[in-house]
């Protein structure tokens, strides 16, 4: 079986050696040294000034919203995940959906404007599958009528925007360790921001609002992480550079071996190191989608319809119609990349898919083309079932 993405997993003994350490210590949560260690490697390796390791990515969502104060109109996109809307409802604001950019997917900055309110308190938006938005654009209309700015970067282990970690951009950036990401502590996730006072306020709100074991200083919640979680966090870090660059290795193969499938890619921004964090494709109609979805399943290759429904037809809110987001989550997939993966996993899931499309359409081949067509779906099914 070839799912869309797998978890890295590090040396069972390297993860021992920590585990070990726990055991002997009996330390196991409340800021142990395994997570002091993981904050400290982390802002090292990403080259950021602050970063608060938490639980996971939603509740660092949820933490930044409220560390910012913020009321009303949150601005958002519909294309992310859930936690990026659910986090805005959950927290007492509401989302208003501005449409994306049809080539990045990311919020589409000229349409911010006509959106803002006399309520809007901020802009919440997803640099989507690890894409940095046009920041410049967004932090111009956000110091023009005084809204903060949250990013969140789930996707963006190890991208780099103009030269900085693209967490440092925004008022306050997010992340999530969750262990589909490139980079994961199993669960876990974090803030980054670049100003002091937020800093202090978010280190109280993830620990109860403690300021000493009988002083509270604020409104907090419980947005702690553990040893145990650092300890595969300090693992997998280990092996962040390679997981990278095999990523980008599959990243460019598949390019190159879609190249005449009528679909498009994303449109990576200029000025960017790319992380290479997903591989989605938009094919040309929802139904060419969703054929090669079910044949690619049928080979026991399980892609994912990433993201989908649009966050702006979710039931608990007004629906609202958004042109371009609404055409890409109908036609968007996205296929396997994980760093165990190989070309020749590769060469077969995209002779899969040039074969849906081939059969789709009413093309004369020639014999000799019709028969290499057979056996090479022959030797696919034959493969099969040899993938568990
Ligand atoms: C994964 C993800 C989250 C949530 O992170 P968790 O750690 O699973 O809570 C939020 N936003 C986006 C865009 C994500 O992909």
Redesign the pocket.
Known sequence: MIPVTKPYLPDLKEFDEYIASIWERQWLTNNGPLVNELEIRLKEYLNVNHMLYVS??????QIAIKALGLKGEIITTPF??I??TS?IVWEGCEPVFVDIEADTFNIDPLKIEEAITPKTSAILA?H?FGNPCKVEAIQRIANKYGLKVIY?A??CFGTKYKGRSVYEYGDIS?T???A??LFHTI???AVFTQNPDLLKRMVYMRNFGHHGPEEFVEVGINGKNCELHAAMGLCNLNHADEILAKRKLLYEYYLKRLANVKCSFQQLEANQIYNYAYFPVVFESEELMLNCMNELKNEKVFCRRYFYPSLASLPFLDKTEMPVCDSIVNRILCLPLYHTLTTVDLDMICRIILRVQNYSEPKVFSAEQQEQIMIEKQIDDLLRDFRV
């Open positions: 996971n990515g939603t509740i660092a969502l992310s995940f936690a990026t986090s997803t989507v969140d789930a996707h997010t999530s360790f969750h589909t990401k669960e876990g996730g």
